[in-house]
């Protein structure tokens, strides 16, 4: 099956290729799909979005569950019109996703009651979300720089940076591994991340990988990451020096994105087939996000033709998506960043709420432009009556504390037998708060074994941060992991968790977050890299 699609701008009916235009219109002119994946960001801070958004018919949406997950992703790429031949779309995400995942459906889906389902986002290598797209992204780069070259608009390889706040930087690593032409650099915050978390990164194998812990928490790292990307004078000498360019791997990245407006589609197409929805009836769904990029990509669904009721975007203690849903201010100027059980939605500058201002706005590249500069100047910006009205219209949002947390984590339990991430619990509860008559989707963007610690205070009663026992807290994440195990009957660790104890700690180094700093760690990476 193919899909055709009708785009939903009727002057662009015969475009043969869609174009990508910058947030804050500060780019010289609009960049195809292969030279936005590999700019990352756009020229003046902005980021790329797609000048067309297609649109599906319900029975092409139908359809797509007939298709094994790559074929899906296949087709909306297509439906994109982005730049490469459709063989090498295909061949691509045959690669993707494949045997790397643990489960032939890719991204199953569990229902919890009739109008509950857990779409399960993390039977990739790294068990987390992030899988999704970061094993889909680096093939797409590859062969994006690939094709520029080819075109003789290319003439030198690239080393991505990485800011993380724990899951993305394993993915990334994992990713972009012995790539060729490419290096990577990932940074985290020290202290930040849960012990699996940090071994995963700190045993990355592959030649071409770099880990670095910052003293700071996750703002500091992606702040310190887009400094040094606006740094022009750091990129000249990357080029003469190096013959390198800087590019993303984070979700500021359009490539990173894409392939979650994937999932999405998907979803939606396979609870139609397994008669848990009806063709056209809708479901809303709810997000546990820091960064706003994977409810972004419901939304892009949402604008393609699925038929996605309310939006439900899940905070943890750090509230600032909360507060801005539910005021129309973003305001970080006085607000504490505080360390939950939820750590990879552990930040206060959500990058991807850019996009979707510019679409709730009209696309007001203007408007844009002076919010973001009001936020980096003021660390506060309010939006126009009609900018907050339209995101009324389409999300809902809830914060969840440290303790609830903990409890939804145990409650699921005892209800369902069905354990829990953090990440997901913050989800699942902010779901139950806000739920309407409409089925829920909730994404589940980590698998529990990342979260041990947490997730055994859970089940044994202990509020957050307090010290586990004694014999509990010798153990390492691993050990942690296989009691959890045994104690609920499970058997699902994956084994690229249950191995790291065995693996060699490779990186180890931590390093200040300023752009300076950041600047000469990775011009030491790239000397030993040449050496």
Same mark, same amino acid.
């Given at each position: 099956m193919r899909l055709t699609y009708r785009r939903n701008r009727q002057k662009v009916q015969d475009m043969a290729q869609n174009l990508y235009s910058d947030t804050r219109g500060r780019s010289e002119r609009p960049v195809t799909f292969t030279e936005a994946v590999i700019d990352g960001l756009a020229a003046g801070g902005g980021l790329y979005v797609p000048e067309h958004i297609p649109e599906l018919s319900l029975d092409e949406i139908g359809a797509l569950a007939a298709l094994p997950y790559a074929q899906r992703a296949a087709r909306i790429y297509e439906a994109f019109d982005i730049d490469l031949p459709a063989d090498t779309i295909e061949a691509l995400m045959e690669r993707a996703y494949g045997d790397n995942f643990d489960d032939e459906r890719i991204c199953p889906i569990t229902s919890l009651t009739a109008n509950t389902h857990v779409l399960e986002l993390w039977h990739g290598p790294t068990s987390a979300f992030k899988d999704m797209a970061l094993q889909c992204l680096p093939k797409f780069f590859s062969a994006s720089a690939k094709q520029l070259r080819e075109q003789g608009k290319l003439d030198h390889d690239f080393m991505i940076l990485v800011a993380t706040s724990g899951d993305t930087g394993k993915a990334a690593l994992e990713g972009f591994r012995d790539a060729d032409g490419v290096s990577i650099g990932v940074m985290y915050p020290d202290g930040g991340v849960s012990d699996i978390q940090f071994k995963q990164m700190a045993t990355q194998r592959g030649e071409n990988v770099q880990v670095w812990g910052v003293r700071g928490n996750f703002d500091d790292c992606q702040t310190g990451a887009k400094n040094v990307f606006g740094d022009e004078a750091f990129a000249a000498r990357l080029r003469d020096e190096h013959g390198v360019a800087l590019s993303s791997a984070n979700s500021i990245n359009w490539g990173r994105l894409m392939p979650q407006i994937v999932y999405y589609v998907s979803a939606y197409a396979q609870l139609v087939a397994d008669g848990k929805l009806g063709l056209g009836d809708e479901l809303d769904v709810c997000v546990p996000t820091g960064n706003f990029g994977n409810i972004l990509a419901a939304y892009y669904a949402k604008c393609m033709g699925v038929p996605l009721g309310m939006l439900y975007c899940a905070s943890n203690e750090n509230r600032?998506?909360?507060?801005?849903?539910?005021?129309?201010?973003? @305001?970080?100027? !006085?607000?504490?960043?505080?360390?939950?059980?939820? %750590?990879?939605?552990?930040?206060?500058?959500?990058?991807?709420?850019?996009?979707?201002? *510019? =679409?709730?706005? $009209? #696309?007001?590249?203007?408007?844009?432009?002076?919010?973001?500069?009001?936020?980096?100047? +003021? #660390?506060?910006?309010?939006?126009? /009556?009609?900018?907050?009205?339209?995101?009324? =219209?389409?999300?809902?949002?809830?914060?969840?504390?440290?303790?609830?947390?903990?409890?939804?984590?145990?409650?699921?339990?005892? !209800?369902?037998?069905?354990?829990?991430? %953090?990440?997901?619990?913050?989800?699942?509860?902010?779901? =139950?708060?806000?739920?309407? /008559?409409?089925? &829920?989707?909730?994404?589940?963007?980590?698998?529990?074994?990342?979260?041990?610690?947490?997730?055994?205070?859970?089940?044994?009663?202990?509020? %957050? $941060?307090?010290?586990? %026992? @004694?014999? &509990?807290?010798?153990?390492?994440?691993? +050990?942690?992991? +296989?009691?959890?195990?045994? +104690?609920?009957?499970?058997?699902?660790?994956?084994?690229?968790?249950? !191995?790291?104890?065995?693996?060699?700690? #490779? *990186?180890? /180094? &931590?390093?200040?977050?300023?752009?300076?700093?950041?600047?000469?760690?990775?011009?030491?990476f790239l000397d030993h890299l040449n050496d």
């Open positions: 600032v998506l909360a507060d801005f849903i539910n005021t129309g201010t973003y @305001d970080i100027s !006085e607000r504490d960043f505080v360390l939950t059980p939820s %750590p990879s939605m552990d930040i206060l500058v959500s990058s991807n709420l850019e996009r979707q201002l *510019f =679409e709730l706005t $009209g #696309r007001d590249a203007s408007a844009i432009a002076g919010w973001m500069d009001d936020l980096k100047r +003021e #660390r506060r910006f309010r939006v126009d /009556e009609g900018t907050f009205a339209k995101v009324r =219209e389409t999300f809902a949002s809830d914060s969840i504390d440290n303790a609830t947390c903990l409890d939804t984590i145990k409650r699921v339990f005892d !209800e369902h037998a069905y354990l829990l991430d %953090p990440h997901t619990a913050v989800a699942y509860q902010t779901a =139950e708060n806000l739920r309407g /008559e409409n089925p &829920v989707l909730i994404a589940s963007t980590a698998h529990w074994a990342k979260f041990g610690d947490n997730v055994y205070r859970a089940l044994h009663g202990i509020a %957050p $941060g307090a010290a586990l %026992p @004694d014999d &509990v807290a010798q153990l390492s994440g691993c +050990e942690l992991n +296989e009691l959890i195990a045994r +104690e609920t009957g499970r058997d699902d660790i994956p084994r690229g968790l249950a !191995e790291l104890d065995a693996l060699p700690v #490779r *990186f180890g /180094e &931590v390093i200040e977050g300023g752009t300076g700093d950041i600047e000469a760690a990775v011009t030491r």
